[in-house]
């Protein structure tokens, strides 16, 4: 898919790996919507797009809030590509998680990519094209102690792109994941404490930036691929979770340094 001169939407776009994403994609002659909370935040990811060139419009909006969504999708036509990845939440094991954290957790990623892409997806279904895009993490696949929330609504996220996957086969609509281990974005200063919780084996496998992480997404899509996953250590992780699930979960609990 050639990806200069289509339409990206991207949620959780003021910060880390989404706004690194839109700058990316800007320079690669994509056209940008760009959605989150903070509305100061979202103007300077548009603001250094414009000084670049680029064409963006900002949508100040909660993805967590279906109203808010169906607001939103009023606003913006239904776009070539949708990337899902807004997402919050802080490690913890789960008797240090209270109930309302568990909520938020599943809100967002979860619910906030449930809701934009029900309210996208009738665009994409009736014109015959698109690409529905998730965000994800590693726990969406690995599992170790101390962030409960965090992993059970990657799983969900998961889950929602293996159903959207069925559900557009033959629509001409499209759904792709994008798996990444530890990132170097604002995401640990916005959710303290989560560092404590990253298991010691996360030192295997290289930590990105949100930079590298955009350039893997956009090569990815433009590529058409449905699963995106970075760097090539979190890949053999996955491979070796498959043929040695009971090593995996040992190494994944292991507290060594
Ligand atoms: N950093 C990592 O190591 C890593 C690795 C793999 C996957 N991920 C995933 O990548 C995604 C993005 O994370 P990041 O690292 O870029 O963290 P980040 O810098 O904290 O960015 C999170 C983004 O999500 C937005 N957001 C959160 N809740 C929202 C809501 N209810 N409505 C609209 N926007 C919302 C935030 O914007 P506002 O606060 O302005 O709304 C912000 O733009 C997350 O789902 C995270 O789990 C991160």
Redesign the pocket.
């Known amino acids: 898919m050639k990806l200069s001169g289509k339409r990206l939407l991207i949620?959780?776009?003021?910060?880390?790996?989404?706004?690194a994403t839109a700058e990316a994609a800007a320079r690669r002659g994509v056209e940008l919507a760009l959605?989150?909370?903070?509305v100061d935040?979202?103007e300077s990811v548009a603001a250094r797009i414009r000084q670049g060139g680029g064409s963006v419009t900002t949508h100040a909006?909660?993805?967590?809030d279906a109203e808010q969504v169906a607001r939103l999708a009023g606003e913006v036509p239904s776009p070539d590509v949708l990337f899902n990845?807004?997402?919050?939440?802080k490690w913890k094991p789960m008797l240090e998680t209270e109930p309302a954290e568990a909520a938020a957790m599943m809100?967002?990623?979860y619910l906030?990519a449930f809701y934009t892409t029900r309210a996208f997806l009738p665009g994409m279904i009736a014109r015959g094209s698109g690409v529905c895009a998730f965000?994800?993490?590693?726990a969406s696949r690995l599992v170790w102690p101390g962030a409960t929330g965090?992993i059970a609504a990657?799983w969900a996220v998961r889950g929602l792109f293996e159903s959207v996957r069925m559900e557009t086969a033959g629509t001409g609509v499209r759904a792709a994941m994008a798996t990444?281990?530890?990132?170097s974005?604002?995401?640990?200063e916005?959710?303290p404490g989560s560092e404590a919780h990253i298991p010691p084996v996360q030192r295997m496998v290289p930590v990105l930036s949100?930079s590298q992480v955009a350039d893997a997404i956009l090569d990815g899509l433009a590529a058409e691929r449905e699963e995106i996953v970075a760097p090539w250590q979190l890949r053999m992780f996955f491979l070796a979770d498959r043929l040695f699930p009971a090593t995996v979960r040992w190494q994944m609990r292991s507290k060594e340094k």
């Open positions: 949620t959780g776009a003021s910060s880390g790996i989404g706004a959605v989150a909370r903070s935040k979202l909006y909660d993805v967590c990845n807004a997402g919050a939440g809100a967002a990623p906030a965000m994800n993490s590693a965090y990657r990444f281990a530890k990132v974005s604002e995401y640990w916005n959710n949100p």
